[in-house]
């Protein structure tokens, strides 16, 4: 019976590291232009009743704060799969060396 689990969470396990791998290529080149990022600003000001800050900084037209904030996003969720990656694989270790009473 634990073959069959320790297969599962090694299919599981290869899985999340493809996507663990996803997320951080998407974060690498992930970049969010100034119109967007400002349309953006308005929404959520609007939201909250407030104004709207027009003020950024960019590069080559890319809204730079904007920017980092999607890269951190994306970041994490690759850490997040590759941590479940692991977490997998240390279960697959701790099945395959317990033995049955």
Known sequence: MSECWTSYLT?????LGFVSAACWLRASIVKIDRKKAVSRRVKEAEKRGEEASHA????????MSATFKAQSKWNARGAFFAACMILFQVIIRIVENVSPI
């Open 56 to 63: 950024s900084v960019t590069l080559d037209g890319w809204d």
């Open 11 to 15: 299919w599981a396990s290869i899985a």
